[in-house]
């Protein structure tokens, strides 16, 4: 593996000029391996080297200014660290010892003894130093990534961390990864106590809101199976259908992946990255780099110019101790270079810098590494000044204790708090540390290898909830291979009007499409549930939003309902015209033998009858729901109670032998009239009683008809609607029953048959309705019912009144006295010819007992006969019967 900054060490010089000592390799390196050891990319990051330029920027702006320890300059030591374990302590102990051998607890450091140790940028670098600084209580500052470990007071008390805390970013990438739809994505973690926790924290964040995780690789934190997992890990990625991966881990972590990337040409997929890859790692361009279209998340940072112009003087005449310096002119800017005492010999050209070094080489913006090494060199400095502001202090007489700096310098740290030249405040003490912003970076690979890392947005965890990250699509370079937004799912997405359905055994975000039921929607894609339509609403065809329904109800302008209000009008204004015929024809036989008044009475009722069902036609409302049932039962009562006292009457008339006193009293005091106000008293009461306890009331049906809302009257109480119908079937049987009795009477005037029939066909209208009404919902419910009654109310009418109409209109002849007398005549005569007395051939001797009894029977014929002509015309009472 390659080697990495670290550690740096500060301390102060207390003469005039400064004090600079500049170590760069491994403790001890003979100057002839030099080149050999920069020309191999494995050994040494040249992305580190920026870590050596700001902190010596950093260290010349201090010395510099007057205001921070005044009189005193800071020197520095700087070494190289191997990240392999073999080697960690080698620079530490001779950074300790100040001597080019490791001898522990011992120190060749009389004077000018670092304050201060900077390390970086991996954190099991620093946890390895920190646990041998710890025995000194030695004073360490990380500019690594931060990291909850190294935060453990009690395991390491002389360790500082200046970057901030990354508690939000799990939040800030499952907000990206929603902002794209991603719901399918994979991820890659460090196999030790960063990737536990990364992965409980951001996998609890992504089950909060519905992503998952499609897999998991682990790379494990062994220096002897990295470099296999690394390269195992790439196909196994590249096979899997998530098109999103989530590298979360520092540079070191992700350095082997990155490295083994250069094997595969393309491997499609959009990487999520936590922090920058250090662009010297791959070694040599490519066209088609892997990772170009990566989103980057970096800790925000104000950029400081003056490191930028730093770096563009840097050069090796004017730091002619920096060796690796010399060594990059020679070899990029091709400079004479003397490999013996490593310096530079001349034939340079003018005005060249590190600025014109490729990216993929030296990268001189500022990373998030670099940014915390300068605040952390500002950070002990400050410390420092602190301390000694505190000294002089305590001493005014300068007789205080000498070379206590490291231990004395810890409180110092500790409550450390500054704001930087870029104006943002830096903290050491991790329980004051705050969530840090982010800036959301989109790396661009340009062939020749020109590549460039491009804000597209930012992440703020303390902005309000819907304004916490910023993202500028259009700016975004996606992945080779993605002409568009790339999609990273694991089922496509429902339509609305499908809902998702789970796969067993699958995650969540793997699922089936199931079409939402009736009368249920999903406006949305991806609803885990469909939601029902309210009851004045329905679903449309694709089921994808809610319809306000349709009012409806049975009205004047329906069809149907000029239909039926043309047959109520129709058939009552026919009713008048009966009436008026039978007004006019008052004085005939017909008129006068069927009971005047009686015939008044049902002509009236029968008009009102088909009004009636006006009164179901129309916006119901709570009056005329009310009306509609008793105005229909109360009127059918009145007609069928009139028919009722028609039908006894003419039994009363005719089929009483030898009528008496009580018989001709009871004909003549008309009290058979009573039955009408009995009869419609009963049913009076029936509806007073249905009307008290559950009454009709306006109600609407909204599941009959799809998309319609039928406004209908509610019977309320479905027994007494029951007991109304029964009540008048029963009076119906009964006048059918006292028509049956009559019906061998003289059908000279005689109603009895057609009362028989039309009490057949009302009695069949209605015990026909019940199931058929019970069969219709809504407006055919209502119309049913309208049509019985008008059926009904038009066969009493048909039956009764129109052969007696034809007879007045057609045939008036027949409704003269001199008819009706010649007619009986006539029929006796008949009977007397056709007698079995005249007739004997026709009978046999057998049958003289039947033949008497024929014989008294036409003679009883002929009674009743003249009977009735003598009603008719000679009768006090012919107005009353039938």
């Known amino acids: 593996m390659g080697t990495e900054t670290g550690p740096v060490a500060i301390g102060p010089d207390y003469a005039d000029s400064s004090w600079v000592t500049l170590r760069m390799g491994y403790g001890r390196v003979r100057t002839s391996d030099l080149a050999s050891e920069i020309s191999t990319s494995i050994q040494y990051r040249l992305g580190s080297y920026q870590y050596f330029l700001v902190f010596i920027f950093a260290i010349e702006e201090i010395n510099r200014n007057t205001h921070i320890l005044p009189n005193t300059s800071l020197g520095f030591d700087l070494y190289n660290i191997n990240s392999n374990q073999w080697d960690t302590l080698e620079a530490p102990f001779i950074c300790l010892t100040g001597m080019g051998i490791m001898i522990p607890n011992y120190t060749c450091r009389r004077q000018k003894k670092a304050a201060a140790l900077l390390t970086g940028a991996s954190w099991a670098t620093s946890a390895h130093i920190a646990r041998l600084l710890n025995l000194y209580k030695y004073p360490q500052v ?17 360790l500082y961390q200046t970057a901030p805390k990354d508690t939000s970013l799990s939040r800030g990438i499952v907000l990206l990864l929603l902002h794209f739809s991603w719901t399918w994505v994979g991820l890659v973690l460090l196999d030790d106590h960063n990737g536990v926790e990364i992965l409980s924290e951001l996998g609890g964040e992504m089950d909060r ?17 990295f470099q296999y997992s690394s390269v195992m890990t790439i196909p196994r990625i590249m096979k899997s259908t998530a098109n999103v991966v989530i590298i979360y881990g520092d540079t070191e972590t992700v350095s082997g992946i990155f490295r083994h990337m250069v094997d595969f040409l393309m491997i499609w997929k959009v990487w999520v990255m936590k922090s920058q890859r250090d662009p010297s790692i791959l070694g040599y361009h490519l066209l088609f780099d892997s990772l170009h279209g990566s989103l980057i998340f970096a800790h925000h940072h104000a950029e400081i110019p003056e490191i930028r112009e730093f770096i563009q003087t840097h050069n090796p005449s004017k730091y002619p101790e920096d060796h690796y310096l010399a060594f990059f002119w020679d070899r990029h800017f091709n400079c004479y270079f003397s490999r013996t005492d490593c310096k530079l010999l001349g034939n340079c050209k003018p005005n060249i810098s590190l600025e014109m070094l490729s990216r993929d080489i030296l990268d001189i913006d500022m990373t998030e590494e670099s940014y915390n090494v300068y605040n952390s060199v500002y950070a002990v400095a400050l410390s420092l000044h602190e301390m000694t502001i505190n000294q002089i202090q305590n001493y005014p007489n300068g007789k205080g204790e000498a070379n206590i700096y490291p231990l004395k310098l810890h409180h110092f740290l500790k409550n450390t708090h500054f704001k ?12 004051r540390k ?25 992440f703020s965890p303390k902005a309000p909830h819907d304004q916490k990250l910023f993202l500028s699509d259009h700016m975004i370079q996606w992945a080779t291979g993605f002409r568009e937004t790339p999609r990273s799912v694991c089922s496509e997405s429902c339509i609305p009007g499908f809902r998702k359905s789970t796969q067993e055994g699958r995650p969540a975000c793997c699922y089936d499409c199931t079409q939402c039921p009736n009368n249920e929607i999903s406006n949305a894609t991806d609803m885990d549930h469909c939601v029902r339509c309210p009851e004045s609403h329905y679903a449309n065809t694709e089921q994808s939003r809610c319809l306000q329904k349709t009012v409806r109800f049975l009205a004047y302008e329906d069809p149907l309902g000029m239909i039926l209000t043309s047959l109520a009008l129709g058939f009552s204004t026919l009713t008048t015209v009966v009436l008026g015929v039978f007004v ?33 036609i129309g916006h119901p409302n709570t009056v005329t729901c009310i009306l509609q049932q008793s105005t229909f039962a109360v009127l059918f009562t009145v007609a069928l109670s009139t028919i009722l006292t028609k039908t006894i009457t003419v039994v009363l008339a005719f089929k009483i032998t030898i009528p008496g006193r009580m018989v001709r009293w009871i004909m003549t005091s008309r009290a058979p009239n009573f039955i009408i106000p009995i009869c419609t008293l009963i049913q009076l009461v029936l509806c007073g009683m249905w009307l008290s306890t559950s009454p009709p009331f306006v109600d609407s049906d909204a599941h009959t008809e799809h998309g319609h809302i039928i406004i209908i009257c509610n019977k309320g109480s479905t027994t007494a609607f029951h007991s109304v119908l029964g009540y008048l079937c029963s009076m119906a049987l009964g006048s059918y029953t006292m028509a049956y009795m009559s019906r061998n009477l003289p059908d000279t005037f005689s109603e009895a048959k057609f009362i028989a029939f039309s009490m057949l066909v009302f009695f069949s209208v209605w015990v026909t309705f019940l199931p058929v009404y019970h069969s219709t919902k809504g407006e055919t419910s209502v119309a049913m019912e309208i049509f019985s009654i008008i059926s009904s109310s038009a066969g009493l009418l048909g039956c009764i009144f129109v052969p007696k109409c034809y007879i007045i209109l057609f045939r008036s002849h027949r409704n003269m006295l001199n008819y009706v007398r010649k007619k009986v005549h006539s029929r006796r005569k008949m009977l007397l010819e056709y007698s079995p007395m005249k007739h004997h051939n026709f009978f046999s001797l057998s049958l003289e007992k039947k033949q008497k009894k024929i014989s008294v029977l036409i003679n009883i014929c002929f009674k009743y006969q003249y009977l009735l002509c003598e009603l008719i015309f000679e009768s006090p009472f012919s107005n009353i019967v039938l």
């Open 420 to 431: 930087n030249s870029a104006g943002n405040l830096v903290v050491l003490d991790s329980q």
């Open 142 to 158: 990380s500019f690594g990534p931060f990291d909850t470990i190294l935060s453990d007071r009690r395991q390491y008390t002389s």
């Open 584 to 616: 006019k024809h008052h004085h005939t036989p017909i008129v006068k033998a069927n009971n005047r008044s009686l015939t008044y009475i049902l002509l009236i009722t029968l008009t009102f009858c088909f009004l009636c069902p006006l009164l179901f």
């Open 209 to 225: 809101n519905q992503v998952c995780i499609a897999f998991v690789e682990m790379i494990p934190d062994s220096i002897h199976s």
């Open 434 to 458: 705050s969530d840090a912003d982010y800036d959301i970076l989109n790396f661009w690979n340009f062939p020749q290898g020109v590549k460039q890392k491009m804000k597209v947005g930012t």
